[in-house]
């Protein structure tokens, strides 16, 4: 008897218990999903607007920090190994000239890189300033929480920057 009690109990309590959960499920996305867009866009989410413009600084920081530190390295390496002469006309001197020249582009290409990463923040401060932050520059629809977290200088959302992508290599 305890078992049919308890049976009928839970089958009783199961129906009634599940549907206002199931219900609730249902709403509880959609009103996640009108008010993430409204957040990302600056609608009433300044603190959200806050949390991106924080990370944003911190990486602008963070980029000036590791271009000083390389424009120091690359002074300190000019003046300890002025470029090689190659008029001496051995194999190993030729060797280190193009060690040495691989060496400078290599650090002139990851200057450039962190200097347009440094670009792209900047220019989401800027879009911050303008209340255009968030919002796709291909379709102007908001970009995702997440992709801005991941990436709080984006200027695409997933759609339109995977578009971009696939006409970038199919040029190529």
Do not use: W
């Amino acid at each position: 008897m305890p078992q049919k009690r308890s049976s009928k109990s839970m089958s009783g309590r199961g129906t009634r218990a599940v549907r206002p959960r199931a219900r609730a499920a249902k709403k509880a996305p959609a009103a996640r999903a009108v008010s993430a867009p409204a957040r990302r866009a600056g609608k009433g989410g300044l603190g959200s607007l806050e949390t991106y413009t924080r990370l944003l600084l911190d990486e602008r920081q963070r980029l000036r920090q590791e271009l000083s530190e390389m424009e120091e390295q690359q002074v300190k390496t000019h003046e300890e190994k002025p470029v090689a002469d190659v008029g001496g006309g051995y194999d190993e001197d030729l060797v280190d000239v193009a060690s040495e020249a691989f060496e400078r582009e290599k650090g002139l290409a990851l200057e450039s890189s962190v200097q347009g990463v440094l670009a792209m923040v900047e220019d989401a401060l800027r879009r911050i300033r303008a209340g255009t932050y968030g919002i796709c520059a291909g379709c102007g629809q908001p970009i995702d929480a997440n992709r801005l977290r991941a990436i709080p200088y984006a200027r695409l959302c997933i759609k339109c920057k995977e578009r971009e992508e696939r006409l970038r290599s199919g040029v190529r």
